[in-house]
Nanobody
Framework: QVQLVESGGGLVQAGGSLRLACRASKNTFGVSGIGWYRQAPGKQREAVAISRKDGSMYTLDSVKGRITLSRDNGKNMVYLQMNNLKPEDTAVYYC?????????WGQGTQVTVSP
């Protein structure tokens, strides 16, 4: 069982930056996947950035060049640095861990980008 707690969301103007943080309740070094999803109103949840166990990385096309996913395994933390934010980035952002066949989600943190 892994509990995930996100922080760092908020209201920012277009062009601004935010750093989201996710604390896991246990070490996530060996998990199959870890990263961030988001869900905008009326839309399906979509993967933003995922780091996989094999070392590969998935990044949503619309955020490429503007986001950085990083981990601090010693602190059980995963971060999402988002720069040059756009109104279309407005969504609830969820921390995600895939451990074997089990998916864990945080409670979500709201990111709102004003024009």
């Amino acid at each position: 069982q892994v509990q995930l707690v996100e922080s760092g969301g908020g209201l920012v103007q277009a062009g601004g930056s935010l750093r989201l943080a996710c604390r896991a309740s246990k070490n996530t070094f060996g998990v199959s996947g870890i990263g961030w999803y988001r869900q905008a109103p009326g839309k399906q949840r979509e993967a933003v950035a995922i780091s996989r166990k094999d070392g590969s990385m998935y990044t949503l096309d619309s955020v490429k060049g503007r986001i950085t996913l990083s981990r601090d395994n010693g602190k059980n933390m995963v971060y999402l640095q988002m720069n040059n934010l756009k109104p279309e980035d407005t969504a609830v952002y969820y921390c995600y861990v895939l451990d074997g066949r089990t998916t864990y989600w945080g409670q979500g943190t709201q990111v709102t980008v004003s024009p």
